[in-house]
């Protein structure tokens, strides 16, 4: 593991697209009821783990982000930065298509056994691979203490794998969800949720 101040992940809250299984990447839509009670699940359990008060934060610049951002650092009293490494992978054309429209319209678009996030990264104006990781690996460079960062989906698996030193299958097999909170620290990574 490479030596980065502790961290704490979250995911934004389900988002309309997300319950339509449309893709986001860039584009934006609203905080569903649901994803709304997952930002304030996500605050209760900051406010747990963090009695004190909220280290810095920083949240990517995207809509869904900030408000999920916004709502969990609530409870701690505190707000978050936008910066716009923390960004959602672009996922160039398929951005705003349904999962079943970009099977329809790629047939054979399916993971990669050598690349599991590789159908991201192969959609015609996608964002690369290496892109992501540099800018991800640029936001962990530029801490100086422990931070709350606010992200998305494929963004914030890649920040948790540089934090943890994984590979492309390790950063595959690291949980996902909405409304949990993602603990790194000099352990290792605990998710911690509601359901605990």
């Known amino acids: 593991m490479a030596s980065y101040p502790d ?33 304030a699940a996500q605050g209760h359990l900051l406010a747990r ?19 999920t951002a916004e ?29 079943s429209d970009i099977a329809a319209r790629w047939p054979g678009f399916a993971p990669d056994v050598d690349h599991p996030f590789g159908w991201y990264f192969r959609v015609p104006g996608s964002e690369s691979f290496d892109a992501l990781r540099h800018r991800c690996q640029q936001f962990l460079d530029s801490l100086n203490g422990p931070a709350i960062v606010v992200t998305h989906g494929i963004t914030g698996r890649m920040i948790r794998a540089l934090w943890l030193g994984l590979d492309i299958h390790g950063m595959h097999a690291l949980p996902g969800g909405q409304g949990c909170v993602f603990q790194l620290q000099k352990n290792g990574e605990i998710t911690h949720s509601l359901k605990e």
């Open 7 to 39: 961290l704490y992940v979250l995911r934004h809250g389900e988002t309309e697209w997300n319950h339509q299984r449309r893709w986001q990447g860039v584009l934006d839509s609203p905080l569903t009821p649901r994803g709304l009670e997952q930002a």
């Open 71 to 99: 709502i969990a650092l609530s409870f701690l009293g505190g707000t978050a930065e936008p910066d716009a490494r923390l960004g959602e992978v672009s996922v160039g054309q398929a951005a705003g298509m349904l999962q």
């Open 49 to 67: 783990l963090l009695p004190e008060g909220a280290p810095s934060a920083w949240c990517s610049p995207q809509l869904r982000a900030r408000r």
